[in-house]
T-cell receptor, first 112, second 117 residues
Framework: DVKVTQSSRYLVKRTGEKVFLECVQDMDHENMFWYRQDPGLGLRLIYF???????EKGDIPEGYSVSREKKERFSLILESASTNQTSMYLC???????????FGPGTRLLVL | GENVEQHPSTLSVQEGDSAVIKCTYS??????FPWYKQELGKRPQLIID?????GEKKDQRIAVTLNKTAKHFSLHITETQPEDSAVYFC????????????????FGQGTILTVHP
């Protein structure tokens, strides 16, 4: 069974803080993704990675960066958190030969 | 890039009725169309998917149809039950071919389905 975990379920941060969200998968998947989920907007791709140290911008990368130093771990970084980054953040992973993306439980981030 | 539109945004049905959710996509090169279900407070999970070489796929009470010419696909749930209540997302992707688009999903806006007992 694929397991994708995220470091926090809920997080409260202040404007301007640097925020780290971590995602870990245990299935040796090559591809990992970060989305944010907002009501009425669906899931929007922030960044994805198809290999260690490789990253590609998604549809809304502004204000975010990512790090993939190990295959199982994909981190999302908010360099200077702003209130408009208050959202639900979902991580997903997928095999390099697969189709299905497996999601983590999500991190609900509130930026005050 | 790809753009996926999903309708309706909310859908309310009585238990036992059918529910239909429709999506359109813009990129004719998209060839993989999954549907995810997200129950309240839980993670999205794949419920059914279809590739562009197939027009219809069924799995018990759930079916998906694809019209490549019109670039739209639909989710059909028959004999709805209260446990079908959730948010449903359609998505489109280009699975084959190289480049960085591999595996990248573009999601629709989501449909909140409520099944009343």
């Amino acid at each position: 069974d694929v397991k994708v975990t995220q470091s926090s379920r809920y997080l409260v941060k202040r404007t301007g803080e640097k925020v780290f969200l971590e995602c870990v998968q245990d299935m040796d998947h090559e591809n990992m993704f970060w989305y944010r989920q907002d009501p009425g907007l669906g899931l929007r791709l922030i960044y994805f990675s198809y290999d260690v140290k490789m990253k590609e911008k998604g549809d809304i990368p502004e204000g975010y960066s990512v790090s993939r130093e190990k295959k199982e771990r994909f981190s999302l970084i908010l360099e200077s958190a702003s209130t408009n980054q208050t959202s639900m953040y979902l991580c997903a992973s997928m095999s390099g030969r697969g189709e299905t993306q497996y999601f983590g439980p999500g991190t609900r981030l509130l930026v005050l | 890039g790809e753009n996926v539109e999903q309708h309706p945004s909310t859908l309310s049905v009585q238990e036992g009725d059918s529910a239909v959710i429709k999506c359109t996509y813009s990129d004719s090169a998209s060839n993989y169309f999954p549907w995810y279900k997200q129950e309240l407070g839980k993670r999205p999970q794949l419920i059914i998917d279809i590739r562009s070489n197939v027009g219809e796929k069924k799995d018990q009470r759930i079916a998906v149809t694809l019209n490549k010419t019109a670039k739209h696909f639909s989710l059909h749930i028959t004999e709805t039950q209260p446990e079908d209540s959730a948010v449903y997302f359609c998505a489109a992707s280009r699975l084959m071919g190289g480049g960085t688009s591999y595996g990248k999903l573009t999601f629709g806006q989501g449909t909140i389905l409520t099944v009343h007992p």
